[in-house]
Protein backbone atom coordinates (compact mmCIF):
# COMPACT_ATOMS: atom_id res chain seq x y z
CA UNK A 1 0.00 0.00 0.00
CA UNK A 2 2.53 2.01 0.56
CA UNK A 3 4.62 1.91 -2.52
CA UNK A 4 1.19 2.65 -4.42
CA UNK A 5 0.79 5.64 -2.09
CA UNK A 6 4.02 6.74 -3.06
CA UNK A 7 3.70 6.74 -6.73
CA UNK A 8 -0.01 8.38 -6.55
CA UNK A 9 1.49 11.07 -4.47
CA UNK A 10 4.31 11.65 -6.91
CA UNK A 11 1.64 11.85 -9.58
CA UNK A 12 0.20 14.94 -8.23
CA UNK A 13 0.78 18.41 -8.46
CA UNK A 14 -2.18 21.27 -7.01
CA UNK A 15 -1.22 25.06 -7.45
CA UNK A 16 -3.03 28.59 -7.20
CA UNK A 17 -2.96 30.98 -10.34
CA UNK A 18 -2.55 34.50 -8.78
CA UNK A 19 -2.97 38.03 -10.43
CA UNK A 20 -4.11 40.98 -10.83
CA UNK A 21 -7.65 41.65 -11.97
CA UNK A 22 -7.64 41.23 -15.86
CA UNK A 23 -4.29 40.27 -15.86
CA UNK A 24 -5.41 36.93 -18.01
CA UNK A 25 -5.78 34.44 -14.86
CA UNK A 26 -8.74 32.98 -15.87
CA UNK A 27 -8.38 32.55 -19.44
CA UNK A 28 -5.05 30.99 -18.99
CA UNK A 29 -6.63 28.50 -16.20
CA UNK A 30 -9.11 27.90 -19.66
CA UNK A 31 -6.69 26.88 -21.59
CA UNK A 32 -4.59 24.48 -19.02
CA UNK A 33 -7.67 22.67 -19.30
CA UNK A 34 -8.19 22.57 -22.94
CA UNK A 35 -5.11 20.83 -22.88
CA UNK A 36 -6.11 18.26 -20.36
CA UNK A 37 -8.81 17.41 -22.52
CA UNK A 38 -10.66 18.54 -19.83
CA UNK A 39 -13.15 20.99 -21.65
CA UNK A 40 -13.28 21.04 -25.63
CA UNK A 41 -13.80 24.52 -26.12
CA UNK A 42 -12.42 27.23 -24.22
CA UNK A 43 -15.01 30.40 -23.61
CA UNK A 44 -13.34 33.70 -23.33
CA UNK A 45 -14.54 35.94 -20.35
CA UNK A 46 -14.99 38.72 -22.13
CA UNK A 47 -16.81 36.49 -25.37
CA UNK A 48 -20.79 37.55 -24.00
CA UNK A 49 -22.52 37.95 -27.20
CA UNK A 50 -22.59 33.87 -27.75
CA UNK A 51 -23.12 33.74 -24.07
CA UNK A 52 -19.64 31.99 -24.00
CA UNK A 53 -18.15 31.65 -20.13
CA UNK A 54 -14.91 31.13 -18.83
CA UNK A 55 -15.53 27.32 -17.39
CA UNK A 56 -14.10 28.31 -14.02
CA UNK A 57 -16.60 31.19 -13.75
CA UNK A 58 -20.10 29.41 -12.97
CA UNK A 59 -22.03 31.78 -10.49
CA UNK A 60 -24.37 33.70 -12.21
CA UNK A 61 -22.84 37.24 -11.33
CA UNK A 62 -19.22 36.08 -12.87
CA UNK A 63 -20.47 35.28 -16.04
CA UNK A 64 -22.22 39.03 -15.92
CA UNK A 65 -19.49 41.26 -15.11
CA UNK A 66 -16.54 38.88 -16.86
CA UNK A 67 -14.56 38.58 -13.13
CA UNK A 68 -14.23 36.04 -10.71
CA UNK A 69 -15.25 36.17 -7.50
CA UNK A 70 -15.02 32.87 -6.12
CA UNK A 71 -12.20 30.23 -6.16
CA UNK A 72 -13.29 27.05 -8.22
CA UNK A 73 -10.96 24.18 -8.32
CA UNK A 74 -10.37 21.74 -11.49
CA UNK A 75 -8.82 18.65 -12.01
CA UNK A 76 -7.13 17.28 -15.28
CA UNK A 77 -4.63 14.76 -16.14
CA UNK A 78 -1.63 15.93 -18.40
CA UNK A 79 1.56 13.51 -19.39
CA UNK A 80 0.66 11.26 -16.44
CA UNK A 81 0.34 13.62 -13.82
CA UNK A 82 -2.91 14.62 -11.95
CA UNK A 83 -3.18 18.40 -11.85
CA UNK A 84 -5.54 20.40 -9.83
CA UNK A 85 -5.90 24.07 -10.35
CA UNK A 86 -7.06 26.58 -7.88
CA UNK A 87 -8.94 29.76 -9.91
CA UNK A 88 -8.76 32.52 -7.10
CA UNK A 89 -10.55 35.69 -7.34
CA UNK A 90 -8.18 38.24 -8.53
CA UNK A 91 -9.97 41.43 -6.84
CA UNK A 92 -8.24 42.45 -3.81
CA UNK A 93 -12.01 42.35 -2.34
CA UNK A 94 -11.89 38.76 -1.98
CA UNK A 95 -8.51 38.50 -0.39
CA UNK A 96 -9.51 36.54 2.48
CA UNK A 97 -11.01 33.87 -0.29
CA UNK A 98 -8.05 33.94 -2.04
CA UNK A 99 -5.48 33.85 0.92
CA UNK A 100 -7.21 30.26 2.06
CA UNK A 101 -6.96 28.70 -1.68
CA UNK A 102 -2.98 29.42 -0.93
CA UNK A 103 -3.16 27.54 2.40
CA UNK A 104 -3.98 24.45 0.05
CA UNK A 105 -1.59 24.79 -2.71
CA UNK A 106 2.20 23.28 -3.09
CA UNK A 107 2.81 25.91 -6.05
CA UNK A 108 1.67 29.46 -7.80
CA UNK A 109 1.73 30.56 -10.93
CA UNK A 110 1.90 34.61 -11.31
CA UNK A 111 0.46 35.83 -14.26
CA UNK A 112 1.44 39.61 -15.41
CA UNK A 113 -0.16 42.04 -18.49
CA UNK A 114 3.25 42.38 -20.59
CA UNK A 115 1.61 45.76 -20.80
CA UNK A 116 1.18 46.70 -16.93
CA UNK A 117 3.74 45.03 -15.42
CA UNK A 118 3.26 43.96 -11.77
CA UNK A 119 0.45 45.69 -9.94
CA UNK A 120 -0.90 46.26 -6.74
CA UNK A 121 -3.01 42.72 -6.17
CA UNK A 122 0.00 40.72 -7.53
CA UNK A 123 2.26 42.19 -5.13
CA UNK A 124 0.38 41.09 -2.20
CA UNK A 125 -0.47 37.64 -3.29
CA UNK A 126 3.08 37.16 -4.00
CA UNK A 127 4.08 38.25 -0.53
CA UNK A 128 1.87 35.63 0.74
CA UNK A 129 3.05 33.00 -1.30
CA UNK A 130 6.85 34.19 -0.31
CA UNK A 131 5.30 33.89 3.34
CA UNK A 132 4.37 29.77 2.29
CA UNK A 133 7.89 29.31 0.71
CA UNK A 134 5.99 27.57 -2.18
CA UNK A 135 7.46 27.90 -5.67
CA UNK A 136 6.42 30.44 -7.72
CA UNK A 137 6.20 30.60 -11.81
CA UNK A 138 5.44 33.61 -13.71
CA UNK A 139 3.99 33.72 -16.55
CA UNK A 140 4.10 37.00 -18.98
CA UNK A 141 0.88 37.24 -20.61
CA UNK A 142 -0.59 39.50 -23.54
CA UNK A 143 2.65 39.13 -25.84
CA UNK A 144 0.44 39.38 -28.72
CA UNK A 145 -0.35 42.91 -28.12
CA UNK A 146 2.17 45.64 -27.40
CA UNK A 147 4.69 45.26 -24.22
CA UNK A 148 7.21 46.72 -22.35
CA UNK A 149 10.22 45.81 -23.08
CA UNK A 150 10.88 42.33 -21.65
CA UNK A 151 14.69 42.96 -19.66
CA UNK A 152 12.64 45.42 -17.96
CA UNK A 153 9.55 43.44 -17.19
CA UNK A 154 12.70 40.75 -15.21
CA UNK A 155 14.00 43.79 -13.68
CA UNK A 156 10.84 45.04 -12.13
CA UNK A 157 10.14 41.28 -10.86
CA UNK A 158 13.79 41.64 -9.13
CA UNK A 159 13.34 45.16 -7.21
CA UNK A 160 9.56 45.27 -6.89
CA UNK A 161 8.95 41.70 -5.68
CA UNK A 162 12.49 41.58 -4.31
CA UNK A 163 12.57 37.73 -5.75
CA UNK A 164 15.51 36.73 -8.47
CA UNK A 165 14.20 35.46 -12.07
CA UNK A 166 15.25 33.51 -14.53
CA UNK A 167 14.07 33.49 -18.21
CA UNK A 168 12.96 29.81 -19.27
CA UNK A 169 11.46 31.23 -22.66
CA UNK A 170 12.34 34.76 -24.03
CA UNK A 171 10.34 36.05 -26.76
CA UNK A 172 11.30 37.61 -30.16
CA UNK A 173 9.08 41.04 -30.34
CA UNK A 174 5.67 41.79 -28.69
CA UNK A 175 2.17 43.19 -30.53
CA UNK A 176 2.25 42.74 -34.63
CA UNK A 177 5.83 42.32 -34.53
CA UNK A 178 5.39 38.96 -32.07
CA UNK A 179 7.30 35.83 -33.77
CA UNK A 180 7.12 33.54 -30.90
CA UNK A 181 9.54 32.50 -27.94
CA UNK A 182 12.71 30.67 -27.62
CA UNK A 183 12.63 28.03 -25.12
CA UNK A 184 16.19 28.03 -23.55
CA UNK A 185 16.29 24.86 -21.69
CA UNK A 186 15.38 22.72 -24.46
CA UNK A 187 16.63 24.64 -27.33
CA UNK A 188 13.31 25.03 -29.21
CA UNK A 189 11.77 28.15 -30.94
CA UNK A 190 7.58 28.27 -30.72
CA UNK A 191 6.81 30.14 -34.17
CA UNK A 192 3.87 32.46 -33.34
CA UNK A 193 3.31 32.75 -36.70
CA UNK A 194 3.93 30.35 -39.39
CA UNK A 195 1.42 27.84 -38.56
CA UNK A 196 2.89 27.40 -34.99
CA UNK A 197 5.98 25.56 -36.61
CA UNK A 198 8.85 24.72 -33.68
CA UNK A 199 12.08 24.62 -34.64
CA UNK A 200 14.18 22.48 -33.00
CA UNK A 201 17.57 24.50 -32.15
CA UNK A 202 19.79 21.46 -31.76
CA UNK A 203 23.59 21.99 -30.40
CA UNK A 204 23.35 25.45 -32.53
CA UNK A 205 20.96 27.32 -30.58
CA UNK A 206 20.08 30.65 -31.74
CA UNK A 207 22.84 30.37 -34.97
CA UNK A 208 20.26 27.63 -36.28
CA UNK A 209 20.15 28.56 -40.19
CA UNK A 210 16.03 27.56 -40.30
CA UNK A 211 15.39 29.65 -37.25
CA UNK A 212 17.04 32.69 -38.83
CA UNK A 213 15.12 32.64 -42.23
CA UNK A 214 11.65 32.16 -40.38
CA UNK A 215 11.19 34.95 -38.49
CA UNK A 216 11.74 38.65 -39.04
CA UNK A 217 14.99 39.76 -39.51
CA UNK A 218 15.20 42.91 -36.85
CA UNK A 219 13.06 40.37 -34.20
CA UNK A 220 16.15 37.82 -34.80
CA UNK A 221 18.67 40.07 -33.96
CA UNK A 222 17.01 41.60 -30.87
CA UNK A 223 16.46 37.91 -29.86
CA UNK A 224 19.99 36.94 -29.91
CA UNK A 225 21.52 40.08 -28.09
CA UNK A 226 19.19 40.14 -25.43
CA UNK A 227 19.56 36.27 -24.77
CA UNK A 228 23.64 37.48 -24.83
CA UNK A 229 22.92 39.63 -22.56
CA UNK A 230 20.67 37.22 -20.57
CA UNK A 231 23.55 34.59 -21.00
CA UNK A 232 25.94 36.64 -19.52
CA UNK A 233 24.04 38.60 -16.87
CA UNK A 234 21.39 37.05 -15.98
CA UNK A 235 20.41 34.53 -12.95
CA UNK A 236 21.74 30.89 -13.35
CA UNK A 237 18.71 28.19 -14.24
CA UNK A 238 18.85 26.18 -10.66
CA UNK A 239 15.97 23.58 -10.22
CA UNK A 240 16.86 23.09 -6.24
CA UNK A 241 16.19 27.03 -5.90
CA UNK A 242 12.89 27.24 -7.80
CA UNK A 243 12.07 24.27 -6.02
CA UNK A 244 12.49 26.18 -2.71
CA UNK A 245 10.81 29.37 -3.90
CA UNK A 246 14.21 31.06 -3.95
CA UNK A 247 14.03 31.78 -7.74
CA UNK A 248 10.90 32.43 -9.99
CA UNK A 249 11.14 30.71 -13.57
CA UNK A 250 9.62 33.33 -16.25
CA UNK A 251 7.71 32.03 -19.35
CA UNK A 252 5.90 34.70 -21.64
CA UNK A 253 2.84 34.00 -24.15
CA UNK A 254 -0.55 34.94 -24.73
CA UNK A 255 -3.23 33.00 -22.67
CA UNK A 256 -6.02 34.45 -25.43
CA UNK A 257 -4.64 32.77 -28.58
CA UNK A 258 -3.29 30.04 -26.17
CA UNK A 259 0.59 30.38 -27.45
CA UNK A 260 3.24 29.93 -25.11
CA UNK A 261 1.06 27.72 -22.65
CA UNK A 262 2.80 24.01 -23.51
CA UNK A 263 5.76 25.24 -22.52
CA UNK A 264 4.57 26.73 -19.56
CA UNK A 265 2.64 23.33 -18.69
CA UNK A 266 5.50 21.38 -19.36
CA UNK A 267 8.08 22.92 -17.49
CA UNK A 268 5.55 23.69 -14.50
CA UNK A 269 4.98 19.96 -14.22
CA UNK A 270 8.92 18.98 -14.35
CA UNK A 271 9.71 21.87 -11.90
CA UNK A 272 7.01 21.97 -9.23
CA UNK A 273 6.48 19.86 -6.13
CA UNK A 274 4.67 16.90 -5.46
CA UNK A 275 2.35 17.58 -2.29
CA UNK A 276 4.88 18.81 0.44
CA UNK A 277 4.66 18.06 4.33
CA UNK A 278 1.64 19.83 6.14
CA UNK A 279 2.29 21.72 9.38
CA UNK A 280 0.08 20.70 12.49
CA UNK A 281 -0.33 20.11 16.12
CA UNK A 282 1.64 17.16 15.75
CA UNK A 283 4.61 19.16 14.08
CA UNK A 284 5.16 18.15 10.12
CA UNK A 285 2.90 15.32 8.75
CA UNK A 286 4.32 13.70 5.06
CA UNK A 287 1.87 13.00 2.73
CA UNK A 288 2.57 9.06 1.91
CA UNK A 289 1.34 8.22 5.16
CA UNK A 290 -1.17 5.03 5.32
CA UNK A 291 -3.74 7.15 7.27
CA UNK A 292 -5.96 9.07 5.62
CA UNK A 293 -6.32 13.16 6.87
CA UNK A 294 -7.16 16.63 5.11
CA UNK A 295 -8.96 20.26 5.89
CA UNK A 296 -11.20 22.12 4.83
CA UNK A 297 -9.82 25.31 3.25
CA UNK A 298 -13.14 26.03 1.39
CA UNK A 299 -17.28 25.79 1.92
CA UNK A 300 -19.58 26.61 -1.29
CA UNK A 301 -23.26 26.70 -0.89
CA UNK A 302 -25.28 26.61 -3.95
CA UNK A 303 -23.38 25.51 -6.24
CA UNK A 304 -26.18 23.50 -7.76
CA UNK A 305 -29.32 26.05 -7.32
CA UNK A 306 -32.02 23.04 -8.05
CA UNK A 307 -30.44 21.28 -5.36
CA UNK A 308 -30.09 24.28 -2.76
CA UNK A 309 -26.74 21.51 -1.73
CA UNK A 310 -23.42 22.88 0.28
CA UNK A 311 -19.82 21.26 -0.23
CA UNK A 312 -17.10 21.54 1.79
CA UNK A 313 -13.70 21.23 -0.14
CA UNK A 314 -11.15 19.18 1.53
CA UNK A 315 -7.63 18.99 0.60
CA UNK A 316 -6.00 15.51 1.49
CA UNK A 317 -2.63 16.10 3.10
CA UNK A 318 -2.26 12.19 4.06
CA UNK A 319 -3.11 8.82 2.36
CA UNK A 320 -5.61 7.71 0.28
CA UNK A 321 -9.56 8.52 0.56
CA UNK A 322 -12.40 5.60 -0.12
CA UNK A 323 -16.03 6.79 -0.72
CA UNK A 324 -18.28 5.21 2.43
CA UNK A 325 -15.16 5.37 4.45
CA UNK A 326 -15.25 6.21 8.43
CA UNK A 327 -13.57 9.61 9.52
CA UNK A 328 -13.43 12.11 12.71
CA UNK A 329 -14.19 15.68 12.38
CA UNK A 330 -11.09 16.26 15.10
CA UNK A 331 -12.88 19.49 16.18
CA UNK A 332 -15.53 17.76 17.74
CA UNK A 333 -14.82 14.55 18.07
CA UNK A 334 -17.40 13.97 15.91
CA UNK A 335 -17.77 10.20 13.65
CA UNK A 336 -18.60 10.62 9.92
CA UNK A 337 -19.26 8.68 7.15
CA UNK A 338 -17.87 10.36 3.79
CA UNK A 339 -20.24 8.38 1.56
CA UNK A 340 -21.25 11.57 -0.46
CA UNK A 341 -18.15 12.66 -2.35
CA UNK A 342 -17.05 14.54 -5.62
CA UNK A 343 -14.79 15.72 -7.90
CA UNK A 344 -15.38 19.35 -9.97
CA UNK A 345 -14.75 21.04 -13.04
CA UNK A 346 -15.98 23.90 -11.66
CA UNK A 347 -19.71 23.59 -11.20
CA UNK A 348 -20.31 20.43 -12.82
CA UNK A 349 -19.12 17.28 -10.75
CA UNK A 350 -18.58 13.66 -10.62
CA UNK A 351 -18.55 10.90 -8.18
CA UNK A 352 -15.13 10.14 -6.67
CA UNK A 353 -14.64 7.09 -5.15
CA UNK A 354 -10.76 6.98 -4.55
CA UNK A 355 -8.56 9.91 -4.13
CA UNK A 356 -4.67 10.66 -3.11
CA UNK A 357 -3.07 12.84 -0.71
CA UNK A 358 -2.78 16.34 -3.22
CA UNK A 359 -6.59 15.91 -4.37
CA UNK A 360 -9.30 17.96 -3.72
CA UNK A 361 -12.35 16.36 -3.28
CA UNK A 362 -15.79 18.16 -2.66
CA UNK A 363 -17.83 16.84 0.67
CA UNK A 364 -21.53 16.92 0.54
CA UNK A 365 -22.08 19.32 4.04
CA UNK A 366 -25.52 19.38 6.22
CA UNK A 367 -23.74 22.18 8.53
CA UNK A 368 -21.38 20.21 10.01
CA UNK A 369 -18.00 21.43 8.78
CA UNK A 370 -16.08 24.41 9.47
CA UNK A 371 -13.62 26.60 7.12
CA UNK A 372 -10.05 25.19 8.91
CA UNK A 373 -11.60 21.65 10.15
CA UNK A 374 -9.62 18.58 10.14
CA UNK A 375 -10.44 15.19 9.22
CA UNK A 376 -8.85 11.88 9.55
CA UNK A 377 -9.15 8.23 10.19
CA UNK A 378 -6.14 8.21 12.21
CA UNK A 379 -5.14 10.20 15.46
CA UNK A 380 -8.18 11.65 16.98
CA UNK A 381 -6.47 15.30 18.13
CA UNK A 382 -4.42 15.91 15.03
CA UNK A 383 -5.40 19.26 13.95
CA UNK A 384 -3.46 21.37 10.75
CA UNK A 385 -2.65 24.64 10.90
CA UNK A 386 -5.66 27.08 11.42
CA UNK A 387 -6.62 28.94 8.83
CA UNK A 388 -7.23 33.07 9.65
CA UNK A 389 -9.61 35.12 10.09
CA UNK A 390 -9.06 38.73 8.14
CA UNK A 391 -10.60 41.90 10.51
CA UNK A 392 -12.93 43.52 7.96
CA UNK A 393 -12.84 46.98 7.14
CA UNK A 394 -16.39 48.17 5.86
CA UNK A 395 -19.87 47.59 7.78
CA UNK A 396 -23.06 47.28 6.42
CA UNK A 397 -26.67 47.22 8.43
CA UNK A 398 -28.88 44.74 6.72
CA UNK A 399 -32.91 43.77 6.69
CA UNK A 400 -34.84 41.48 5.04
CA UNK A 401 -37.39 43.61 2.95
CA UNK A 402 -40.12 41.86 3.47
CA UNK A 403 -40.74 40.41 6.76
CA UNK A 404 -42.36 36.99 5.89
CA UNK A 405 -39.11 36.29 4.10
CA UNK A 406 -37.28 36.41 7.59
CA UNK A 407 -36.65 32.30 7.38
CA UNK A 408 -35.04 32.60 4.52
CA UNK A 409 -33.03 35.98 5.11
CA UNK A 410 -31.34 34.36 8.06
CA UNK A 411 -30.45 30.91 6.30
CA UNK A 412 -29.34 32.73 3.84
CA UNK A 413 -27.22 34.82 5.89
CA UNK A 414 -25.77 31.81 8.14
CA UNK A 415 -24.85 29.83 4.73
CA UNK A 416 -23.20 32.52 3.20
CA UNK A 417 -21.30 33.74 6.28
CA UNK A 418 -20.00 29.70 6.92
CA UNK A 419 -18.52 30.25 3.12
CA UNK A 420 -16.21 33.01 4.25
CA UNK A 421 -17.58 35.12 1.99
CA UNK A 422 -19.18 37.51 4.38
CA UNK A 423 -18.36 38.54 7.48
CA UNK A 424 -21.31 38.40 9.98
CA UNK A 425 -22.11 39.77 13.05
CA UNK A 426 -25.44 40.37 15.52
CA UNK A 427 -26.23 42.96 17.88
CA UNK A 428 -27.72 41.93 21.57
CA UNK A 429 -30.95 43.28 19.68
CA UNK A 430 -30.26 40.37 17.10
CA UNK A 431 -29.78 43.28 14.40
CA UNK A 432 -27.47 41.96 11.73
CA UNK A 433 -24.27 44.02 10.55
CA UNK A 434 -21.94 42.47 7.81
CA UNK A 435 -18.11 42.87 7.58
CA UNK A 436 -16.25 42.97 4.16
CA UNK A 437 -12.77 43.63 3.45
CA UNK A 438 -14.10 45.56 0.11
CA UNK A 439 -17.24 46.97 -1.39
CA UNK A 440 -18.17 44.32 -3.70
CA UNK A 441 -18.32 41.26 -1.35
CA UNK A 442 -21.61 43.54 0.03
CA UNK A 443 -22.69 43.61 -4.16
CA UNK A 444 -22.03 39.89 -4.42
CA UNK A 445 -23.83 39.05 -0.75
CA UNK A 446 -26.79 41.10 -2.07
CA UNK A 447 -27.14 39.25 -5.41
CA UNK A 448 -26.62 35.67 -4.20
CA UNK A 449 -29.50 36.30 -1.33
CA UNK A 450 -31.48 37.70 -4.21
CA UNK A 451 -30.60 34.70 -6.49
CA UNK A 452 -30.39 31.59 -4.55
CA UNK A 453 -32.64 32.40 -1.48
CA UNK A 454 -35.25 34.85 -2.84
CA UNK A 455 -34.83 37.43 -0.45
CA UNK A 456 -34.66 41.07 -1.20
CA UNK A 457 -32.66 43.20 1.26
CA UNK A 458 -32.86 46.38 2.84
CA UNK A 459 -29.11 48.90 3.80
CA UNK A 460 -28.39 51.28 6.00
CA UNK A 461 -25.31 52.47 6.90
CA UNK A 462 -22.71 51.29 9.95
CA UNK A 463 -20.71 53.51 10.18
CA UNK A 464 -17.73 51.33 11.93
CA UNK A 465 -14.07 50.93 10.33
CA UNK A 466 -12.37 48.81 12.65
CA UNK A 467 -13.19 45.22 14.78
CA UNK A 468 -11.57 43.75 17.80
CA UNK A 469 -11.88 40.65 18.98
CA UNK A 470 -12.55 40.39 23.31
CA UNK A 471 -12.45 38.35 25.65
CA UNK A 472 -15.55 36.28 26.93
CA UNK A 473 -14.36 37.21 30.86
CA UNK A 474 -13.97 41.13 29.49
CA UNK A 475 -17.75 40.65 28.84
CA UNK A 476 -19.29 42.45 31.61
CA UNK A 477 -16.74 45.12 32.10
CA UNK A 478 -16.83 45.94 27.98
CA UNK A 479 -20.66 46.55 28.37
CA UNK A 480 -20.24 49.60 30.30
CA UNK A 481 -18.00 50.93 28.29
CA UNK A 482 -19.29 51.05 24.94
CA UNK A 483 -21.54 54.33 23.24
CA UNK A 484 -22.85 55.04 20.04
CA UNK A 485 -19.42 55.29 18.38
CA UNK A 486 -17.76 51.75 20.22
CA UNK A 487 -20.35 48.59 20.24
CA UNK A 488 -20.49 45.33 21.24
CA UNK A 489 -21.44 42.83 18.96
CA UNK A 490 -20.99 38.98 18.12
CA UNK A 491 -19.30 36.88 15.33
CA UNK A 492 -21.30 33.85 14.15
CA UNK A 493 -19.09 31.39 16.82
CA UNK A 494 -20.24 34.01 19.65
CA UNK A 495 -17.18 35.77 19.88
CA UNK A 496 -17.27 39.22 21.10
CA UNK A 497 -16.25 42.21 19.02
CA UNK A 498 -16.48 45.38 19.46
CA UNK A 499 -16.62 47.74 16.22
CA UNK A 500 -15.06 51.42 16.59
CA UNK A 501 -16.27 54.23 14.63
CA UNK A 502 -12.42 54.64 13.05
CA UNK A 503 -9.22 54.43 13.91
CA UNK A 504 -9.02 57.52 16.73
CA UNK A 505 -12.13 56.51 18.60
CA UNK A 506 -10.32 52.89 19.11
CA UNK A 507 -6.64 54.52 19.71
CA UNK A 508 -8.73 56.98 22.51
CA UNK A 509 -10.73 53.21 23.69
CA UNK A 510 -7.26 51.41 23.93
CA UNK A 511 -5.12 54.24 26.24
CA UNK A 512 -8.43 54.54 28.44
CA UNK A 513 -8.68 51.11 29.17
CA UNK A 514 -5.19 49.89 28.76
CA UNK A 515 -4.24 46.48 30.94
CA UNK A 516 -8.27 45.94 31.56
CA UNK A 517 -9.60 44.92 28.27
CA UNK A 518 -7.88 42.90 25.86
CA UNK A 519 -8.31 43.38 21.90
CA UNK A 520 -6.66 41.58 19.36
CA UNK A 521 -7.32 41.03 15.41
CA UNK A 522 -9.07 38.02 15.14
CA UNK A 523 -10.47 35.14 17.50
CA UNK A 524 -7.86 32.78 16.78
CA UNK A 525 -5.50 34.95 18.57
CA UNK A 526 -7.65 34.65 21.58
CA UNK A 527 -6.86 31.23 21.92
CA UNK A 528 -2.91 31.76 21.98
Known amino acids: MTKLLQTEVEKRRIFGII ?32 SKFAKSDWMEIEKQRGISVTSSVMQFEYDKKIVSIMDT ?11 RILTAVDSAIMVIDAAKGIESQTKKLFQVCRMRGIPIFTFINKMDRQARDPLELMEELEEVLGIPSVAVTWPAGSGQQFEGVYDRVNEKFHCFKND ?34 LDGAGNAYDE ?14 SALVDFGITPLLEHYLNLSPSPTPRESNKGQIEPAQEFFSGFVFKIQANMNPNHRDRIAFVRICTGKFDRGMEVVLTR ?19 TVNEAFAGDVIGLYDSGNYQIGDTITNGDPSLQYEALPTFAPELFLKVFTKNALKSKQFQKGVEQLAQEGAIQVYKTEYNEIILGAIGQLQFEVFEHRLKGEYGVDILKDAANFQVAKWVKVTEISEVKKLTDSRTVLVYDRWENPVLLFANDFVYERFVQKNDGVITLVDSPQLLKD
Do not use: C, W
Open 19 to 50: SHPDAGKTTLTEKFLLHGGAIREAGSVKARKN
Open 89 to 99: PGHSDFGEDTY
Open 196 to 229: RLTIDLGEEGLANDQLASTINNEMYDTLVDEVDL
Open 240 to 253: ELIAKGELTPVFFG
Open 332 to 350: TGKKMKLSQSTQFMADERE
